[in-house]
């Protein structure tokens, strides 16, 4: 049972989160590198790069964080499934409703959400 990382370039990588630190793995602006972690021939899951260069002392440290922060989201997870009991769901076409009323609603600026232009001397 030994861990380690395999390295390969994947240039259409998707962002996932890191199985050791539980960050994201990457992003537009990370090389199209994918770093797998693996349990001998097994694959554990995806590594973000400060995880797949650091030493197994990061790792531990970085694991046993995942792992409380991991166990802080169960406990409130479990809280949240104790009070569905009295929640309210969203009405019924309330989405439709809201893109109706605001279908017409220009911002101002111009197109493509960018900045509005500065005023011509």
């Known amino acids: ?16 989160n890191c199985a050791i630190c539980g960050y994201y793995t990457g992003g537009r602006f990370s090389p ?7 349990d001998d021939e097994d694959y554990i ?3 973000c790069e400060r995880c797949a260069f650091g030493t ?15 166990e802080t989201k169960a406990s409130l997870l479990r809280d949240m499934s104790m009070r569905v009991l009295d929640s ?6 309330i989405a439709e409703d809201l893109l109706r ?3 017409n609603r220009q911002v101002p ?13």
Request: hydrophobic share 40%; aromatic share 8%.
């Open 1 to 16: 049972m030994c861990l380690h990382i395999e390295t390969m370039y994947e240039q259409n990588q998707l962002v996932s």
């Open 88 to 93: 309210e769901p969203a009405q019924e076409g």
């Open 56 to 70: 197994s002392d990061l790792w531990r440290v970085a694991l046993m964080s995942y792992a409380a922060r991991l």
């Open 45 to 47: 899951g995806d590594a």
């Open 32 to 38: 199209p590198l994918r770093y797998r972690l693996m």
């Open 101 to 103: 009323q605001n279908i």
């Open 109 to 121: 600026g111009r197109p493509g959400f960018l900045p509005p232009r500065p005023p011509m001397d």
